[in-house]
């Protein structure tokens, strides 16, 4: 039995005041994959053959490998927050929550650094 009152319980276990900002975050992400996506879509339809060759020469454009490092970035972050709300929604157990939200931002940090990687490897000649 507690003897506080109803509304001395409920102070202090309201709002982190983080979920606005993540739905911001989220919805600027999308935002910014418009552009990105429209660009990547029709640079790629642009080229004359998507052969490695081809592929590899418009990658190595300087504006070319920064849009895509940018694309990679963005497009890893956006997935990080939506996934990161599905994991928070459907684990109820607390352990087993971290553990999984844990093992997707390391998978989402993975994936973006593997991604900038190939685009720098490439875009600097090192692709063979």
């Known amino acids: 039995m507690s003897l506080r009152s109803p509304l001395g319980r409920a102070l202090g276990a309201g709002s982190a005041k983080d979920g606005v900002r993540h ?9 910014a994959l418009v552009p990105l996506s429209i660009w990547f879509v029709v640079s790629l339809l ?3 053959t998507l ?6 020469a418009w990658m190595g454009q300087s504006w070319t490998a920064l ?13 990080q927050l939506g996934v990161r709300v599905v994991a928070e929604d459907y684990i109820h157990g607390a352990g087993a ?5 844990i093992a997707l931002t390391f998978a989402h ?16 000649g090192g692709a063979s």
């Open 46 to 48: 642009s080229l004359p």
């Open 97 to 101: 929550k971290t553990l999984v939200l």
């Open 23 to 31: 739905w911001w975050m989220q919805r600027l992400s999308s935002i």
């Open 67 to 79: 849009l895509l490092i940018l694309f990679v970035l963005v497009a890893t972050w956006h997935s």
């Open 109 to 124: 940090a993975l994936v973006a650094a593997a991604g900038v990687f190939a685009v720098l490897k490439v875009a600097f």
């Open 51 to 56: 052969d490695h060759v081809t592929v590899t």
